[in-house]
């Protein structure tokens, strides 16, 4: 069976918003636009995200290591210097005051302490996305599938972000490349003369 593209997709406007909207200075605050930011950043699963340590980010080198994410595979991809800055800000000013009687075993703690589950990552998400106005249902999945089309729609090779989401199959990338030719037919409707022609000959 054919796998269908994801329906919800954020632009670049929106997924702006979400992120202006995360500027909570609390340690609740400070966690949430660091893991926003992670997950536009990097398109990592809420699953990964959830089970991330403190030892698996570099935020000088820019570096996050997923280790056994999907199909039990460790692989490294890279932050930008926006998320780097975030989650740097976050474990000096905001997880520290997060450490409570659960341990801090997690890098992404939860309001207590201890490990933040999938479903209160993608809560903490769709509040943001609310504040912001944006009337879709946003999740890490909803980031992890628009850092895709973002980055396809700038030019960036489909191996790329094929490396950059972990995916085993070229196939599954692959699926993001109808978006790119949606956004041509639009622009083909909206510039070639024949179509042009056509709307002018419907308008009679």
Avoid: W
Avoid at 19 to 45: F, N, V
Avoid at 141 to 153: E, K
Avoid at 166 to 182: I, M, R
């Amino acid at each position: 069976m054919e796998r269908r593209l994801p329906r919800v997709i954020l632009t670049r406007e929106e997924a702006l918003r979400i992120l202006d909207a995360a500027r909570e200075k609390t340690p609740t605050g400070l966690r949430d636009r660091a893991i926003i930011e992670t997950c536009y950043s990097t398109g990592i699963r809420v699953s990964e995200i959830a089970n991330l340590t403190p030892d698996d980010v570099d935020t000088e080198a820019r570096i996050l290591r997923v280790v056994q994410g999907k199909g039990r595979k460790d692989r490294n991809v890279p932050l930008t210097r926006a998320a780097a800055e975030s989650v740097e800000t976050y474990l000096v000013e905001g997880r520290p005051r997060l450490i409570g009687r659960k341990g801090a075993r997690f890098l992404f703690l939860a309001n207590r302490g201890g490990f933040m589950d999938p479903s209160t990552i993608n809560r903490a998400i769709q509040r943001y996305a609310k504040k912001a106005r944006v009337r879709k249902r946003v999740s890490c999945h909803t980031f992890r599938h628009s850092v895709a089309t973002h980055l396809l729609r700038g030019r960036a090779d489909i191996r790329h972000i094929q490396a950059l989401l972990g995916h085993k199959s070229l196939q599954t990338t692959a699926l993001y490349t109808k978006v790119s030719v949606d956004d041509l037919l639009k622009v083909l409707e909206r510039s070639h003369p024949r179509e042009k022609i056509q709307r002018r000959h419907d308008r009679r």
